[in-house]
């Protein structure tokens, strides 16, 4: 009687309230990372969607309400791997350290990733150039832009060794920067064949030599 009461009295214009759908109860970024890791090892096309829900432990209908599809969800995982790499740049290349430093340190980095069995898992960027360039605009865009933001960190730091007298007299920061940076993805490929650390390194001072001082 007493429920009667109150819903009498309640106005008939009232908002009523509806519960709220399920929050996620995963995280999202660390689905990302491992659908990233499966892309990596296996390569766009090779990635069946089972493959994706066994790594990220979602469901089907988690998965496609968190990311949409196959394809956005690659996409989110190759956004997180070239913003890992420009952050690692960001890192070596810091303005705060002495150039030749940076660039010894930057190209430091793709020696340990292009050695022994580091440089058989080889770079997603550069698996997806392979397989995706030409055929995806997305993919076209992120890459061109990568590619771009890398050779702007290089020149850059090219061009604080040049002010210090560090470059050699006829370099030319931009153009030495392109060089360095297909140099490096070129690297990553010849890493497939797993070359030694010492193979790499040598690689690797003999072309900053040519630059540097």
């Not at 740049?89 to 810091?94: A, C, K, N, S, V």
């Not at 050779?151 to 392109?178: F, I, M, Q, T, W």
Request: positive net charge.
């Amino acid at each position: 009687m007493d429920q009667l009461v109150y819903m009498s009295r309640m106005s008939p214009h009232a908002p009523v309230q509806l519960p709220r759908g399920r929050p996620r109860s995963f995280d999202t970024e660390a689905a990302v990372e491992r659908a990233m890791g499966v892309f990596w090892s296996r390569g766009y096309h090779a990635t069946a969607l089972p493959d994706l829900l066994r790594a990220t432990k979602l469901s089907r209908g988690s998965l496609y309400a968190a990311f949409g599809d196959k394809h956005s969800l690659f996409l989110r995982a190759l956004d997180r791997y070239i913003a890992n790499a420009l952050a690692r740049m960001d890192i070596e290349l810091d303005s705060g350290r002495e150039p030749v430093d940076g660039l010894r340190a930057f190209l430091a980095g793709y020696v340990d990733r292009t050695s022994g069995a580091n440089g058989r898992r080889g770079c997603l960027v550069v698996a997806t150039a392979m397989e995706l360039a030409g055929h995806d605009d997305e993919v076209d865009r992120r890459i061109g832009s990568f590619f771009k933001a890398m050779e702007a960190r290089v020149a850059d730091a090219l061009s604080r060794a040049k002010a210090a007298g560090k470059l050699a007299d006829d370099v030319e920061p931009s153009s030495a920067a392109r060089i360095l940076v297909c140099f490096v993805e070129g690297l990553r490929v010849v890493g497939k064949t797993a070359p030694t650390r010492i193979t790499s390194q040598a690689t690797v001072d003999a072309l900053l030599d040519r630059f540097i001082r």
